[in-house]
Nanobody, 118 residues
């Protein structure tokens, strides 16, 4: 498995931006598809975005398209989630995940809190 550590969460006003980072260690980073998920209070964890190992393919939850951008730097073993025009409904704990393809993830970080105030 790969070990994942998220950072970059915080409190931001609606319309603001945050960039989440997820540092990975353990095995060859470029072999893994990476994803971001989130879980709001009282709700199930949901998919936000994913990116293939080489970075050539990306996927997004419809409600974040055009506002969030997932990217990766394989030389730094890091995946990012740039979040712009944040909305209160984006408030959640955001989790980084790794897997062998962009649909199935089996390694998870501890999560980072994102709070968007109105």
């Amino acid at each position: 498995q790969v070990q994942l550590v998220e950072s970059g969460g915080g409190l931001v006003q609606a319309g603001g931006s945050l960039r989440l980072s997820c540092a990975a260690s353990g095995r060859t980073f470029s072999n893994y598809a990476m994803g971001w998920f989130r879980q709001a209070p009282g709700k199930e964890r949901e998919f936000v975005a994913s990116i293939s190992g080489g970075g050539g393919s990306t996927y997004y939850k419809d409600v974040v398209k055009g506002r969030f951008t997932i990217s990766r730097d394989n030389a730094k073993n890091t995946v990012y989630l740039q979040m712009n025009n944040l909305k209160p409904e984006d408030t959640a704990v955001y989790y980084c995940a790794a897997g062998m393809n962009v649909r199935i993830f089996d390694s998870w970080g501890q999560g980072t809190q994102v709070t968007v105030s109105s």
